[in-house]
């Protein structure tokens, strides 16, 4: 797994707009299926693009387009939703989302931004509160689409009920609503697909690959504090004190003043006089 790994690195290490985000999500389902391959689940990607292609109008439009992409994806190949198995692990993995037709909504949305960009279209991924939305921007225009109800673009009246289900919120001004729709790089939708996994891997008590994840997430973005924190905590319950010591004071090096400063302290100084010492 060491080419795959020095190949992810490569990957979300490059300019924002040059990540190739299918591809570093394959990448690390690689790690966990060692005989997927990644070039053919790409190439199922290429190959729903040329279909929705050859299925256009002689000039297609932008609403034809965006039409060909949710009747191709939804109606033909019958993309979906987990249902009632959000927790389910392979709905996570792009290779199972692409094989089953059934993902998390941020598998479906990377499906749906990957296949989309393929035919010319600009998408970002945006991390609505309880969800995962898309941005399509084309000249001035932008539009909000959610993969997990079939392509919907999503209007003000949508987005508040999306947010009572996450917040029980009122109604928001059109500028509050403005805060929830800022658009984020590939590298950030692949630390939250992760995160995804980990809370998944969290509740099952597998320990070791929640400890994947975090390890993937922290080497796509070595900032993540709370990461090092919850890596700290997987240690210290391992019994890696060591490890866990230093995570733990990492922690609070970047995050002076956290709100779990305390608590955080407290592990660090349990560790400290248990005879361990941090170099």
């Known amino acids: 797994m060491q080419a795959t790994s020095e190949r992810l690195l490569e990957i979300v290490h490059s300019p924002s707009r040059e990540i190739r985000l299918a591809e570093a999500a394959l990448l690390l389902a690689q790690e966990q299926y060692p005989v997927l391959d990644v070039e053919k689940y790409l190439s199922h990607l290429d190959n729903y693009a040329s279909s929705i292609i050859h299925a256009l109008p002689l000039e297609p439009n932008l609403g034809d387009l965006v039409f060909s992409l949710n009747t191709f994806l939804f109606d033909d190949m019958g993309f979906s939703g987990l ?16 094989d089953m037709k059934r993902g998390s909504p941020i598998t479906l949305a990377i499906i749906y931004m990957e296949v989309g960009r393929r ?8 991390f609505f509160p309880g969800h995962f939305l898309v941005k399509l921007r084309a000249g001035g225009f932008e539009a909000i689409i959610d993969p997990l109800s079939g392509g919907l673009s999503m209007m003000e009246d949508e987005l508040d009920v999306l947010l009572g289900q996450a917040f029980g919120t009122e109604r928001l001004s059109p500028s509050s609503m403005r805060g929830f729709l800022g658009s984020s790089d590939d590298r950030e939708v692949l630390v939250c697909m992760l995160r995804g996994l980990k ?5 099952q008590n597998d320990i070791e690959k929640a400890l994947w994840s975090i390890e993937r997430i922290l080497a796509i ?14 240690y210290e319950h391992l019994g890696y ?10 922690y ?7 709100i779990d400063e305390p608590m955080v302290r407290n592990r660090l100084t349990s560790l400290l006089h248990s005879g361990i010492t941090l170099h």
């Open 83 to 98: 249902g009632v198995d959000t927790a389910m692990e392979s709905g996570n993995y792009l290779n199972r989302v692409i």
């Open 119 to 126: 035919l010319g279209m600009e998408f970002e991924g945006v």
């Open 199 to 203: 809370s998944i891997y969290l509740k």
């Open 221 to 234: 973005s070595p900032g993540a504090a709370n990461e090092l924190r919850d890596r700290a905590a997987l």
């Open 241 to 250: 004190t060591n490890a866990a010591a230093a995570d733990y004071s990492h």
């Open 252 to 258: 609070l090096e970047l995050v002076p003043g956290a």
